[in-house]
């Protein structure tokens, strides 16, 4: 196997990738290198491991954490100091903001926004039982900041989680959960029932880095 700083990784034409970097971070039993498309952004202190493939158009932020058998699709974004902790999925259109923990078993559908300090579980009982078991979110799911999504958990498609919500039973297509432990109620008709792809889709940088559009003229 090479040594952990030798380049293990495949990478896309016109990819800004800050100093302080690590594509394609050995580990004991990884056999491909870290694949990521073109007109990658990747900012300083991120470690993407061996073993993960990620789509055309990603941005991450500082400090970002993603472990070996990761998948995640084109035109996603992964704030600042973020933790993907391997053995996951994400669709196409993710938007994640910063200081979100996915643990492995974790599946994410297609165009989902999640907030700020949200943390997902995968096991019930740890450290007292064996069972791993991550949560599900369907297509255009929307969670607010500081949700904890428990072990298991289904989220169907176009619902909306509240700020703070504890999420520890499947939340039905199209319902709004809040609270602790979440209670459901169907989407007011002031949200609606899909996330706005003007929202999710473009890379933009609030400090002008970059401003894009070409998501308009991709099959979405």
Known sequence: MPMPDEPFHEIGAHAQVDAGVILGYRYPGDSQPARIGAHAIIRSGSII?????IGRRFQCGHQVLIRGEVVI???????????????????????????VYVPSRTSIGNFVFIGPGTT????????????????TIEDHVCIGGGVTICPGVRVGRGSFIAAGAV???????????????ARHQPLPRNIPPENLLEQLLPQTDLFGAQRDESWRNEDF
């Open 49 to 53: 491991y061996a073993n993960t493939r």
């Open 120 to 135: 997902f579980l995968n096991a019930k009982y740890p450290m007292r039982e064996g069972t791993v078991q991550g949560a």
């Open 167 to 181: 999420v520890n039973k499947d939340v039905p297509p199209g319902t709004l959960a809040m609270g602790v432990p």
């Open 73 to 99: 699709g084109d035109r996603c974004v992964v704030h600042h100091q973020c933790t993907l902790e391997g053995r996951l999925t994400i669709g196409n259109g993710v938007k994640i903001m910063a200081h």
